[in-house]
């Protein structure tokens, strides 16, 4: 989606660890890009589905390297497993630079400050805005 030689597109980033060296972490980001007709606010939608269901994937699986996944607050390296996600408004300026704007799976502060720029960008693409619930 092109908007004054800015680009937007979506990502869903996840990683997973243990800590452990001998325990590779792991980490995979997933690109919701505009094809034939797509806006902006379609992959909006395809990127948030995406997010909501590896979400619910990692829950399921409990764990990584037979490790369960614990709190941030209960984490010891070694003994359990952590994991994050995230779902990002990536900007690609004019110059190729890119920038991820994370609005979902980090901070308040953060999703926030990036919920506001998507709303801006929406409203510049004439693109009706997005609320999100409780945990997304």
């Given at each position: 989606?092109?908007?004054?030689?800015?680009?937007?597109?979506?990502?869903?980033?996840?990683?997973?660890?243990?800590?452990?060296?001998?325990?590779?972490?792991?980490?995979?980001?997933?690109?919701?890009?505009?094809?034939?007709?797509?806006?902006?606010?379609?992959?909006?939608?395809?990127?948030?589905?995406?997010?909501?269901?590896?979400?619910?994937?990692l829950e399921q699986r409990g764990?990584?390297?037979?490790?369960?996944?614990?709190?941030?607050?209960?984490?010891?390296?070694?003994?359990?497993?952590?994991?994050?996600?995230?779902?990002?408004?990536?900007?690609?300026?004019?110059?190729?630079?890119?920038?991820?704007?994370?609005?979902?799976?980090?901070?308040?502060?953060?999703?926030?400050?990036?919920?506001?720029?998507?709303?801006?960008?929406?409203?510049?693409?004439?693109?009706?805005?997005?609320?999100?619930?409780?945990?997304?």
């Amino acid at each position: 989606m092109q908007q004054t030689g800015t680009e937007y597109y979506y990502a869903v980033s996840f990683f997973m660890t243990t800590f452990k060296k001998e325990q590779p972490s792991f980490s995979h980001t997933e690109e919701f890009k505009a094809e034939s007709g797509e806006t902006l606010l379609d992959l909006h939608n395809k990127a948030l589905a995406y997010y909501k269901k590896t979400v619910e994937t990692l829950e399921q699986r409990g764990g990584y390297h037979n490790l369960p996944f614990v709190a941030a607050s209960d984490f010891t390296p070694g003994e359990g497993a952590a994991h994050s996600v995230t779902l990002s408004l990536i900007e690609v300026a004019p110059d190729g630079e890119e920038y991820a704007h994370p609005i979902v799976g980090e901070d308040e502060e953060v999703t926030t400050e990036s919920r506001e720029i998507q709303a801006m960008v929406f409203r510049d693409l004439n693109l009706s805005s997005v609320t999100y619930e409780a945990g997304a």
